[in-house]
């Protein structure tokens, strides 16, 4: 009785048209559903590249200030930039992994410096003379999970091309890097993950600490 009765009480051809209704309403909540999200979505593309952006820029100027201009001046140049574009917090807490936690505070605050500066001097480092390189920016992301990568490349004068990919993350401050992709795939994170485990499992949080200072002299040439 349950289906002719219902046929019975809303007709076949009203239950196709009940149908069709409920078609058109749902494809028309999809399309208000996509709509909705697209501004939302390119508002987290612009946001995540803003950072890099000013990154590039920073790196340009360092690089046309060139090896003419002191180390540590131009230190300075990308300290602020450096530490507005990367959480290097999250960086160095994924870096040494469950062993951050029984650290002291004055062990970690100790690592979280020596590991900005060391951080800042690799750039400083890298990127110390302009020969018309260019900085080509992607204009849209890679969303994964809830993070954005922010595509780059390196082109050299000669057409030569390297890929940097930056893994932001949204936080308290804003979109920031969390990780470094070279060549769109080697994770400076893991890359650094097995070395800082490795000198915390020998010697502890000072061996860390010392093996950072080491290499930001290394680079800086004993001026970092």
Excluded at 54 to 62: C, E, I
Excluded at 101 to 118: E, I, K, P, T, W
Excluded at 183 to 211: C, E, K, P, T, Y
Aim: contains cysteine; aromatic residues 6%; hydrophobic residues 45%.
């Amino acid at each position: 009785m349950g289906g002719g009765w219902m046929k019975n009480r809303v007709g076949i051809g009203s239950m196709h048209d009940f149908r069709c209704r409920r078609r058109g309403l749902m494809v028309g909540a999809a399309v208000a559903a996509l709509i909705g999200a697209a501004p939302r979505a390119g508002a987290d593309e612009a946001a995540a590249i803003a950072p890099i952006q000013q990154l590039v820029n920073g790196l340009l100027a360092v690089m046309k200030a060139g090896m003419g201009t002191p180390f540590p001046q131009r230190f300075e140049m990308l300290r602020p930039i450096i530490e507005r574009t990367f959480d290097l917090t999250a960086i160095l807490q994924e870096s040494v992994g469950a062993l951050w936690g029984s650290l002291l505070a004055d062990q970690q605050a100790m690592l979280a410096d020596a590991f900005r500066r060391y951080t800042i001097a690799t750039y400083v480092n890298g990127f110390d003379n302009y020969n018309g390189q260019q900085f080509v920016i992607s204009p849209t992301t890679r969303a994964v999970d809830n993070e954005q990568v922010v595509q780059t490349r390196i082109i050299a004068k000669g057409g030569e091309s390297h890929e940097l990919d930056y893994v932001m993350r949204e936080g308290g401050s804003g979109w920031r890097a969390v990780d470094v992709l070279a060549d769109g795939s080697i994770s400076r994170v893991a890359v650094q993950r097995s070395d800082f485990r490795r000198l915390l499992a020998r010697g502890g949080a000072q061996a860390l600490v010392d093996s950072l200072r080491t290499k930001s002299m290394d680079l800086s040439d004993g001026q970092a």
